[in-house]
């Protein structure tokens, strides 16, 4: 595709006319079986049986439980609440260390509790948890450890697990982003104590809104259960002490039915990376993000890493000239939970050197359904003519230079 891009004044921020007049989305739900999803939720009302454990939400959880490996499956509202229920469940206290670079839900569903939030850094390479700085945060306090596996990546899984064994603490993952992906061949959901995965509408497998938990521990499953419905064990014997957590027909209904294209989905999702990996191969001053092909994979994300010294122009100079132009990539994590409220009054000297530096310079790009391959292309191009004119537009976007057509050698 020949470049529309000849000058910075061609960018639509600066007056030029805009690549797509519809946004591009990252995350956009999406319903291509929107009449076969209608068609369920028409039964659920049919039978006048909408929550309470209804039998299609007990045919997801069979389903999903078959899918990830034969482990427990506990379908919940969201997933802050399956993190919240999991922490009660399994009665943590004290402090629980987590990844700086995740998203504030992590870190927030523990808080919540009550419970001291302890943000360790990542690997730069991987953006995932680093076990070495793991094992220097444990105290005497530390009662678990949160990895997060992210954009399909999972976790060094085998070295969280002897650093929590060495000091007898749980391990808990947060697959938000990993459902559909396997570790050692296995699906993501059976690893740690337990895992909790996010169903809400931006995701690779969604129920409109929802959650899960997934475990190995039938004794923990069972009581992930009663914890979800008040402690009901029966119709007037309540057991235990818990909340409304239930996930409804409705999203059940969703669920069934993206969960038969759950392929289709993985195919065109890896489509599109693929085309953006190649698309971008050999450009200076960036980084695609490297997604394992030894492993099941969703590829949802497409995850770049921006050079600002390199390319002469700043990270958030790039989103603002891709939002002009139709292209809502979004900055992920930024500027790290540790820098959010309430953590960053509560620890204003803490500094994570490689979640600060990926805060500044991830910039996530409209993938999977939201784009075709010709966005693809476009999107990709819109990104080389910005490498280009990096130092140009930089300035322009400062007040501080006129267009000009002599694009960055």
Request: overall charge neutral; some cysteine; charged content about 20%.
């Amino acid at each position: 595709m020949t470049s529309s891009k000849n000058g910075i004044g061609d960018f639509a921020l600066l007056g030029g006319k805009a690549a797509f007049h519809r946004p591009r989305h990252v995350g956009q739900p999406a319903f291509p079986h929107k009449e076969k999803i209608l068609a369920r939720i028409g039964e659920a009302m049919d039978r006048r049986w909408v929550t309470n454990n209804g039998p299609m939400i007990q045919e997801l959880e069979a389903r999903l439980a078959t899918y990830l490996g034969g482990i427990e499956v506990v379908t919940v509202s969201n997933g802050t609440v399956a993190l919240e229920l999991l922490a009660r469940a399994l009665d943590l206290r004290g402090e629980v260390i987590v990844p700086g670079y995740t998203f504030v839900a992590t870190a927030h569903a523990l808080r919540w509790l009550g419970l001291s939030v302890v943000f360790c850094d990542v690997d730069p390479a991987t953006h995932l948890l680093d076990p070495a700085r793991v094992e220097a945060l444990i105290t005497p306090r530390t009662s678990a450890v949160v990895g997060v596996h992210l954009w399909g990546e999972v976790c060094a899984t085998s070295a969280l697990a002897a650093v929590c064994a060495r000091h007898d603490l749980r391990l808990l993952f947060d697959a938000a982003h990993a459902f559909g992906c396997s570790h050692e061949g296995r699906m993501v959901g059976g690893l740690g104590d337990a895992e909790t995965f996010s169903f809400h509408g931006t995701k690779f497998f969604n129920t409109f809104e929802g959650g899960a938990v997934t475990t190995r521990n039938g004794a923990l499953a069972a009581r992930l259960r009663l914890m979800r419905n008040f402690g009901f064990e029966g119709f007037d014997r309540v057991s235990a002490l818990g909340i409304n957590a239930r996930l409804s027909e409705v999203a059940a209904a969703a669920g069934l039915v993206n969960l038969d294209h759950l392929e289709e989905t993985t195919v065109s999702n890896r489509r599109r990376y693929l085309l953006y990996r190649q698309a971008l191969s050999g450009a200076d001053g960036l980084r695609v993000y490297p997604i394992s092909e030894a492993e099941r994979r969703n590829h949802q994300y497409c995850v770049l890493e921006w050079n600002a010294p390199a390319t002469g122009i700043s990270r958030d100079a790039v989103m603002q000239v891709l939002h002009a132009e139709g292209v809502l990539a979004r900055r992920y994590f930024y500027p790290g939970v540790h820098r959010m409220g309430p953590y960053r009054t509560e620890q204003p000297d803490l500094r994570l050197p490689n979640t600060e530096a990926l805060g500044d310079s991830v910039l996530v790009l409209p993938g999977s359904h939201a784009v075709s391959d010709e966005d693809v292309e476009r999107i990709s191009e819109l990104l080389r003519a910005v490498l280009r004119f990096g130092p140009e537009l930089q300035g322009a976007l400062a007040g501080s230079a006129s267009p000009t057509t002599s694009p960055r050698s």
